[in-house]
């Protein structure tokens, strides 16, 4: 029996009382007593590991609500020109990086962003100036569009003559030829067969992440990619190489598969549970895509993408809660959150019935009585704090004016629902102390969207609640993991910093010292 007596005199016990302790017994990965120093350690049996943790503060393990792990494990060594500021730099760089891959295969990464360019949006004629012979699919940031080039149209079989699928479009010239654009599910065959011929080994790419995960106080994470990241923790469990807990989600092409296999949502052991089905209601803002109840400023005619009906939307969340797996719904635009609440109203009851917890993901954009029905419904809203610094730019052009609660976490709060913090990396930064300065700005009148009306600016604790606790109620986790307190599995990041005596705009700066997991350290602590 594995028993260690950790002290600091600053451990954020996060109970809505200000709460602190000074000590944590953990025997066998559990914390068996936390509190004050003396009482504690007077229960600290013989033999008992003492260790004194370092910096200014301890809080609960940091988990990433909405992540997508191997996306970003890739991320780690493909091409990445965000920072491009024009068509011609993104150009020039990938060009560079063409030219340094050697033979002939496919050539993917991006996290291009276009809105800004000045010399026009990414064309299959330019991207064959730079790679005319190799086939290229570099993705937006937000993940929900693809530049491609025409050997990369070539081998997916795309062409004037092909239909855009249901929930997609293939963006065309004049002429209907394909520009080299395709959104949302127009995007998925090309994308999966540049991954499928990728070289690289996803267990190792993913042990890397889990390490930067770690160096970021994170312990948990729900993830939301394929079926070939849910192979390869197995295979990291399977080795005693799993440091990182993992709730994983099931895409919803999986679904079917999901339920033959008898998977239910919780299921697992203290390392790897399964998650919701994620399923797709519209596209992303960045993308132009996200489902709204207007057309964009200066685009008429588009509102963006329905990727699902309410027919087809109604009929997978109720095939998932039948067979006891949990949901959770990408939806960006006010219209597209509307209908999701809709289908989760019809299947609220049989969820419930179940022990099931529904989600919406991302939940950016919401008619103001929307807001109500997220408490109403008991629906968590999953969302990513550092999208609204980002969207600033986009949300003052395509949705200026509108009457919406947008980034309305402090809203939904106050109207009493449950509220879960994730990053959505490699989309943005994973490190959740970046988020949770970002929550905490937005809500205040120093958000250059101004604050939210009517409602009281976001604490630090209940940011960092969102962050830890509200995670691991979304996952229907938190009888074992979310909290400091007795009974739960000692997992906790040791910082730099005291989020509670910085002022909000420096709590970025913080630096995680070591990540424990389980009572073991996962990240500092040599």
Not at 84 to 112: F, K, N, Q, T, Y
Not at 370 to 379: I, K, M, P, S, T
Not at 435 to 441: F, K, P, Q
Request: hydrophobic share 45%.
């Amino acid at each position: 029996m594995a028993t260690t007596l950790f002290r600091h005199p600053r451990i954020h016990l996060l109970d809505g009382r200000g709460g602190t302790a000074e000590a944590m017994l953990v025997v066998d990965g559990v914390i068996a007593a936390i509190g004050g120093a003396d009482a504690v350690g007077e229960r600290a049996p013989a033999g008992t590991v003492v260790r004194e943790l370092p910096g200014e503060a301890v809080v609960a393990g940091f988990h990433d609500a909405h992540i997508h792990t191997a996306s970003l494990a890739r991320s780690l060594d493909e091409l990445d020109v965000r920072d491009a500021r024009s068509l011609a730099e993104a150009l020039s760089r990938i060009g560079a990086h063409v030219r340094s891959l050697p033979g002939d295969g496919w050539v993917v990464g991006g996290r291009w962003d276009a809105n800004g360019w000045p010399d026009g949006p990414p064309t299959r004629v330019a991207l064959d100036t730079v790679a005319p012979d190799r086939p290229v699919c570099l993705s937006s940031v937000d993940g929900h569009s693809v530049w491609v080039n025409g050997e990369a149209l070539r081998r997916a079989g795309i062409d004037a003559s092909t239909p855009d699928p249901v929930g997609g479009r293939i963006e065309r010239d004049a002429t209907a030829q394909p520009t080299g654009l395709l959104r949302e599910t127009a995007a998925d065959a090309v994308a999966a067969q540049a991954a499928a011929e990728s070289p690289h080994d996803l267990t190792t790419l993913l042990d890397r992440a889990q390490r930067l995960l770690l160096s970021e106080g994170i312990t948990h994470v729900t993830d939301f990619d394929g079926e070939d990241a849910r192979a390869a923790y197995r295979r990291l469990r399977d080795a005693g190489r799993l440091r990182l807990r993992v709730h994983k989600g099931t895409p919803a092409d999986a679904l079917d598969e999901a339920i033959a296999a008898g998977r239910r949502t919780g299921a697992g052991d203290d390392w790897f549970t399964d998650g919701p089905v994620k399923l797709f209601s519209d596209g992303a803002l960045g993308s132009h895509t996200a489902h709204m109840g207007e057309d964009f400023a200066g685009e008429p005619g588009n509102h963006g993408i329905e990727v699902l009906d309410p027919d087809e939307l109604d009929r997978l969340v109720g095939r998932a809660v039948a067979a006891g797996i949990a949901v959770a719904t990408h939806a960006i635009g006010d219209r597209a959150n509307a209908r999701v609440l809709d289908a989760y109203a019809r299947a609220q009851p049989a969820a419930a019935r179940a022990g099931l917890r529904l989600r919406v993901e991302h939940a950016q954009h919401l008619a103001p009585g929307d807001v109500a029905r997220f408490a109403r419904l008991g629906v968590i809203a999953s969302q990513q704090p550092t999208h609204w610094a980002s969207d600033i730019p986009l949300v003052s052009r395509l949705l200026h004016g509108r009457d919406l609660d947008s980034y309305a976490w402090a809203a939904l709060r106050d109207a009493g629902a449950v509220v879960a913090f994730g990053s959505d990396a490699p989309v943005e930064p994973s490190a959740p102390l970046r988020g949770i300065r970002d929550a905490l700005i937005r809500s205040t009148t120093a958000s250059p969207l101004g604050q939210e009306h009517g409602v009281r600016a976001l604490r630090t604790e209940e940011a960092l609640l969102a962050y830890t606790a509200g995670p691991a109620y979304a996952a229907g986790l938190d009888d074992r993991v979310g909290r400091l307190a007795v009974g739960m599995l000692a997992d906790f990041a040791v910082l730099d910093g005291d989020p509670f005596r910085v002022d909000p705009a420096e709590i970025a700066g913080i630096r995680p010292l070591a990540t424990v997991v389980g009572g073991e350290p996962a990240f500092g602590l040599d």
